[in-house]
């Protein structure tokens, strides 16, 4: 019979803990389970050093399967020269479940626990920053991490309706009307794409396709294909934002003649003068003034839907 070790959030509290305990019982039906709560990282790493062959289950989001992994790399147990690659399960009860949502996985827990009894594994990169972080779903500059920081209080404010999610449109609108534009520097694969005399609404380095809760940023990524899909926007005038942010959540920004997508393997961003803030996975970093980022293949399995491509 399989094994499985389920991580929770225990700073979550109450919430969700009717849809942990529906998506547990569907998964005992076909494994012996283990529910295990963390409070912080090294909980976590306590969790996971004594997993053994248990295939590790995340009940939340983005976030929860960030810690996780950023978890596993702590521990030296991601697929890395040699070492095979951990298989990972997830059961979606964060606000945005971007990357459930590349990965094809049902956002309902319950149906993402028969994903995991009868789903496949396949390979997902993660893309490692210079700093020693990992970028699970997407890393963004400028206008993407001036909305996380904007969307945090009303995430809460709504998340007590079960609306978080409205969060992420409140603070995208807030920073796209506010932000005044970046001067950055970028560079993929040696090849200078940004020179940094012309100011650019948003950098982001995505491995998953979404942000914010189905927001399209990197429609076209694939989290197995050994690349980072790196998307540059220059829309800075008060209108092109607008028109930006509307496209973006369609999926249709590409076609603007102010956006430019490449892929990339390795991505430096430095700022002209000053310092920027990066979003990763929902968490925001100091000030820095320089960042690299390095794709690092099939760092991770995870199980998804048999049938999804």
């Known amino acids: 019979m399989r094994r499985l070790l389920v991580i929770t959030n225990a ?9 942990v305990a529906a998506a547990v019982e569907v ?13 912080d990282l090294d909980d976590l790493r306590e969790a996971l050093s004594r997993r053994g062959s248990r295939t590790v289950v995340a009940a939340g989001g983005d976030g929860s399967l960030h810690a996780l992994v950023q978890a596993l790399d702590d521990l030296d147990d991601l697929g890395r020269d040699g070492r095979a690659a951990p298989t990972l399960g997830l059961l979606p009860l964060g606000t945005g479940n971007d990357l459930s949502r590349t990965l094809g996985l049902p ?9 995991i009894v009868a789903g496949r594994p ?9 700093a020693g972080g990992l970028v699970v779903n997407v890393a963004h500059i400028g206008v993407g991490a001036e909305a996380g920081k904007q969307a945090r209080p009303w995430k809460e404010r709504f998340g007590r309706f079960g609306l978080g999610v409205l969060g ?3 603070g995208g609108i807030r920073a796209t009307l506010t932000s005044p ?17 012309r100011r650019v ?15 399209e940023i990197a429609p076209a990524s694939g989290v197995s294909d050994g690349l980072a899909d790196v998307e ?14 509307l496209a973006m959540r369609r999926g249709r920004h590409h076609e603007r003649d102010d956006v430019v997508h490449l892929e990339a393997r390795e991505i430096t961003v430095r700022a002209r003068r000053g310092t920027f803030t990066v979003n990763t996975d929902g968490e925001l970093s100091v000030p820095v003034q320089a960042r690299t980022w390095r794709v690092e293949s099939g760092a991770y399995r995870m199980l998804v839907p048999a049938t999804s491509d």
């Open 201 to 215: 609404l948003q950098v982001a380095v995505a491995n998953g396709r979404t942000i914010g809760g189905g927001a």
């Open 168 to 170: 992420y449109a409140v």
């Open 11 to 19: 700073a979550a509290g109450s919430a969700g803990e009717a849809s």
């Open 27 to 39: 998964l005992r039906r076909a494994a012996e389970v283990e529910v295990v709560a963390t409070e």
């Open 232 to 245: 540059i926007s220059y829309a800075t005038g008060w209108f092109a934002r607008l028109r930006y942010s």
């Open 107 to 115: 956002l309902d827990p319950e149906e993402a626990a028969a994903v």
């Open 181 to 197: 534009g970046w001067r950055l520097r970028v560079v993929a694969d040696g090849r200078t794409v940004v020179s940094g005399r």
């Open 122 to 130: 396949v390979g997902v990169d993660v893309i490692r920053d210079d």
